[in-house]
């Protein structure tokens, strides 16, 4: 029996054709050459910084337009040299998006716009549609265009404003999704300065949105953050990273393989793993960094590759925060993990005589699948980007406070009954592998399934969730800001419906990462493994959570939930 690995490693060794619809699988007289990112040359690009979004003048209201456009990503024609571009989707018309800067209590609105649009006709994909699956299931392929629906990851948000799935919609809101609410969201910003992202969410077609481009930041900042005295401005570097794959002329390609003969084709792939790595929307960038401290404030971007980040020469990375916010106190780590969707908050001294006057590399060693598939290739994904530290002497005034918190973090104690939740996979009907949530006692679940997690407003709920795989999975859960509770190894029977029967403990609790101790919303849930994480969830309405793997949430792997009122 094949293994997904087999499936990648065969996948990657095949001709592919470029159709409007997208690369599919090329016949015997069609062949399109990949591009061979080996012979690009790295580090030589400076790093972009991204632009900023401005409101409406003498409004807090934005208005960002998704668009089409041709951008420079750092390819190069092996040849000549010469500079090859890329066709892009980006809000803006810029990849990543705009970064959005706000402070805590000032509410914003903004109205996502969808211009995939040329000449009054909308746009077809860039990537390769599979029809099979969820919105893009209809005879024509799309609806009058393509769809789009914007999440502001981390967001505590209400419910219309959330990024529903189903709340897509297409150039000019021509048609909506079931979910549709208004087109204009609103973001009261009343949590605490964190990293969050906006990024693409709809139905069925996220990796394939985010893919071709449609994320960026979104920084909360507030008095409390202000006051620490952090490396700030110049000093402060936002370092979204994101592997992509490419064809020997520059345009987006991701890999689409029927794996059984009755699947469609494209075809959605077990995972998404590109042979490039790019920082900023730049492959294998530069940084000039002057010998200080940095703030660097990283996100994994990425569908599927997990990220395990050193520095040559060794440095370390000092953690301040994670994906809701600050940490109590700093943490020293070697070893920085990251997987798709999470973000951490981190000090670099690049002041250290061992890194004076020489260049860092950011390096990569996370396997794929993680944590047990193949290493990546040392001189391509397993590299991210390169500091270039100056040697002379400069004035630094910026300091790592001792306590990043005037008060601890908020002890949550449960005030219902604890959810037992499961991560499963399986085979669809056409022989593919699907990923799958569920409940211990009833087994696996659809998107479209009738909802099991249905919290009261207000009530502090904990969920257990047992991961029945062989690789990690990043679980993320819309609305809160929850708490990692513990990590436990397991075994038990699956039955045929996915139901999980005679539990057995395999150790006690394991303690948790020094890297988990802050408000999180996206928790990587280890292979035979259950994940305790603990939230408050006080806003009413639906939402969703779902693996932050981007194809496992695209075939199957997420769950609507409702938090509901009394009465």
Partial sequence: MLTRRDI????????????????????????????????????????????????????????????????????????????????????????????????????????????????????????????????????????????????????????????????????????RGPAFAKESYRYDNDQEAAT???????????????????????????????????????????????????????????????????????????????????????????????????????????????????????????????????????VVLDQLVLAPAERADVIVDFSHSAVRGKTVLLRNSAPTPFPSGDRPRPQTTGRVMAFRVGAGSVRDESRIPDRLRREPLADLRPTAQIRELVLLERKDEHGRLKTLLGTVRDGAKTWHDPVTEDPLLGSVEAWDIYNTTADTHPIHVHLVHFRVVGHRGFSGETEENGALKE??????????????RGPKDTVRVPPKTRTRIIARFDRPGRYVWHCHILSHEDHEMMRPFVVRELG
Avoid: C
């Avoid at 920084?219 to 370092?239: C, M, N, S, T, V």
């Avoid at 002329?249 to 790595?277: K, M, N, T």
């Avoid at 539990?503 to 988990?516: A, C, N, Q, S, V």
């Fill in 196 to 330: 969050l992202w906006y990024h693409d969410h709809a139905l069925g077609l996220t990796r394939l949105n985010v893919g071709a481009g449609l994320a960026g930041f979104y920084f909360i900042r507030d008095d409390r953050e202000d006051a620490l005295g952090l490396p700030a401005g110049a000093h402060e570097i936002p370092l979204v990273i994101q592997d992509r794959s490419f064809t020997a002329r520059g345009e987006l390609f991701i890999a689409s393989h029927p794996e059984h003969a009755g699947a469609p084709d494209p075809s959605i792939q077990a995972e998404e793993f590109g042979a490039a790595v790019l920082v900023n929307g730049m492959m294998w960038p530069f940084e000039e960094v002057e010998p200080r401290r940095y703030r660097l404030r990283f996100l994994n971007g990425s569908d599927s590759r997990f990220y395990a980040l050193t520095f040559e020469p060794r440095l370390p990375f000092v953690l301040i925060g994670t994906d809701g916010g600050l940490l109590e106190s700093p």
């Fill in 8 to 175: 990648l490693k065969s996948l990657l060794a095949m001709p592919v054709v470029v159709t409007p619809f997208g690369p599919r699988l090329a016949s015997a007289r069609e062949h399109v050459e990949l591009l061979d990112v080996r012979r690009q040359r790295q580090f030589v690009n400076r790093l972009p910084r991204p632009a900023r979004a401005t409101p409406l003048p003498g409004t807090r209201h934005y208005e960002i337009a998704a668009r089409q456009f041709r951008g420079w990503v750092g390819l190069a024609d092996p040849r000549t040299r010469r500079p090859v571009e890329t066709t892009l989707w980006g809000y803006e018309g810029r990849y990543p998006g705009p970064t959005i800067d706000v402070r805590r209590g000032e509410p914003i609105t903004v109205r996502w716009i969808n211009e995939l649009a040329a000449g009054g006709r909308a746009l077809p994909h860039l990537l390769p549609v599979d029809r099979s699956i969820h919105i893009a299931h209809t005879k024509s392929g799309l609806p009058s265009g393509v769809p789009i629906v914007t999440h502001l990851h981390g967001g505590h948000v209400e419910s219309q404003s959330d990024g529903d799935p189903e709340a897509w919609f297409t150039p000019q809101f021509a048609e």
């Fill in 503 to 516: 539990i057995r403990w395999l150790g006690d609790e394991r303690p948790l990462g020094t890297d988990e």
